[in-house]
């Protein structure tokens, strides 16, 4: 039981007090449901959406096979593309305009990076800068980084993630095998080719680049130094986990099994098994093909099947933001054929859980995505949902808390909406954070700490709640989390400082 504190922070209407909580056991998938609001459905084909450092206010969206990059900006996509690389892009296959990274400094150098497939169909990562329109790159300042040679009459896996990792400012670069199907050629295996690997470099040390002196393999003359991981089919996406570094991977099979595997930060050099393995099965040979054990399996795999079709594996970020403090550290990825989206959290050496989001991340009217093409994340760690045939989405949980700037011995109105009509709801707080308390009687988990009743309400018809009340003079200075709760839902999580 939690104890009761002396001090409301709310004083409600109702002046029920802190009523304690029984706690017992609940499954955590049983609170927080998930729906997604749109950001824009004025793009075609998008293949990538996020944000620039320091910069909340925009959403940059690239466009697969149109050749654009697009700001989508005070509510509505900008007229006027920000770069537009048409005219050398070939999106045949695979490949397309795949996926852009900001520099880590851009708020200072505006330098930004873009990896398509060009007019010869090799994966080219070209660097730009931004103009003097904050909102238009200076297409003249193009200057090639790295290109990835790959069979020019052949336009299957090109891979498709950069990334900046977050803890060694090194950039991250996955390549496809090429093809043919089946890696016949053994490309990924090939320590002398690029294709079917992920690649480090630094971008800053050298031009167009130089090799982080950490590399596994700079000391090998057998394999190339660029070369940070081996052994992959088409890592269409990868997303580096803000918090701890680490890179989760997306390799999309190819008769069989999906995958996703992970790379610990700093743990470069392993090889993930493609075309000696497809996921953690044997693929060629069939039997005994790893007898050393020298290949390193995915951490989940799904199997391709019908009713519904799975068929290839989207990812994926890891959600880090404040409002879903129970999804934290969950990695979400989803099936391009089924349109199933799921998530899974691993600890470093197994996934500790393993959600099914397919009933909830929809589009806001309730129907499926046409096709998962993305996964992107905001600067404040929520996630977008990128729809290649009708645009970016955000998740968000389906009961929406709002709150307003708090002041001490200030009157405050909390308002809750996505409750079911005329249900009953709870608003809760905490001093102390978000956590994980099981309610049985509301059949919820909550994310917060030791949380304290601030009062109840009934929604209306329209299913809103509203509560209204005092906050204590005291407070001021003081950092409140606040939750709602109906019966088997919960609201997203708000947290605001006292004035």
């Known amino acids: 039981m939690i104890a009761k504190r002396r001090k409301k922070v709310v004083a409600t209407a109702t002046a029920i007090g802190l009523l304690a909580l029984g706690l017992g056991h609940v499954d955590p998938a049983a609170a927080q449901r998930l729906t997604t609001e749109t950001i824009t459905n004025d793009v075609t084909m998008p293949t990538w959406a996020g944000q620039a450092p320091g910069d909340l206010d925009r959403v940059f969206i690239l466009e697969r096979t149109s050749g654009l990059l697009k700001i989508f900006k005070d509510e509505h996509v900008l007229p006027t593309p920000f770069l537009n690389i048409s005219d050398h ?6 490949g397309g305009f795949m996926s852009m990274a900001f520099h880590p400094d851009f708020q200072n150098n505006r330098l930004f990076y873009i990896y398509y497939t060009d007019s010869n169909g090799d994966a080219v990562v070209d660097r730009y800068n931004v103009s003097n329109d904050p909102d238009v790159a200076d297409a003249s300042s193009r200057f090639e980084i790295i290109k990835i040679a790959r069979n020019p009459n052949d336009d299957l896996h090109a891979g498709g993630f950069i990334g900046f990792s977050p803890t060694d400012g090194y950039l991250y670069i996955t390549c496809g095998d090429g093809g043919p199907q089946g890696d016949t050629n053994n490309h990924a295996q090939n320590p002398q080719l690029m294709m079917g690997k992920i690649l480090r470099i630094d971008v800053d040390g050298g031009s167009p680049y130089a090799i982080p002196p950490d590399n596994p393999f700079v000391n090998d003359p057998n394999t190339l130094d ?35 595997d992970f790379i610990a930060d700093g743990d470069g050099g392993r090889n993930y098994g493609w075309a000696i393995k497809e996921g953690a099965h044997c ?13 390193t399996d995915p951490i989940t795999e799904y199997q391709h099947q019908s009713n519904p079709t799975r068929c290839c594996i989207i990812g994926g970020s890891v959600y880090r933001g404040e409002s879903i403090p129970l999804l934290g550290g969950h990695y979400f990825y989803a099936d391009f054929c089924s349109r199933e989206s799921f998530s899974v959290r691993y600890d470093g050496s197994q996934v500790v859980e393993s959600l099914d989001h397919s009933g909830e991340l929809r589009k806001p009217d309730g129907s499926a995505f046409g096709a998962f093409s993305s996964f992107g994340e905001d600067l404040n760690g929520e996630l977008f949902v990128v729809d290649l045939l009708s645009g970016v989405y955000r998740i968000k949980t389906a009961m929406h ?6 002041f001490a011995g200030g009157h405050a109105v909390l308002t809750v909406s996505g409750v079911s009509p005329n249900a009953r709801v709870l608003f ?12 049985p009687q509301y059949d919820v988990t909550l994310a917060l ?33 606040f939750q709602a709760a109906e019966i088997g839902n919960t609201s997203d999580v708000s947290r605001r400082v006292v004035q």
């Open 89 to 94: 892009l070939r999106a045949r296959g695979d």
């Open 449 to 481: 700490r030791h949380p304290l009743i601030a009062g109840p309400a009934t929604a209306n018809g329209l299913g809103v709640a509203t509560l209204s009340g005092n906050l204590a003079p005291g407070l001021a200075g003081r950092t409140l989390w």
């Open 226 to 260: 660029e070369i940070w991981a081996i052994g992959f089919r088409n890592p269409w996406r990868a997303a580096f986990d803000a918090q701890t570094g680490d890179l989760y991977v997306a390799d999309v099979g190819y008769g069989t099994w999906e995958e996703v």
């Open 428 to 439: 809760l707080y905490s001093l102390l954070g978000p956590g994980k308390t099981p309610v």
């Open 401 to 406: 808390l709002d709150v307003p700037n708090l």
């Open 283 to 295: 693929y060629r040979p069939r039997q005994d093909c790893d007898p050393n054990g020298l290949l």
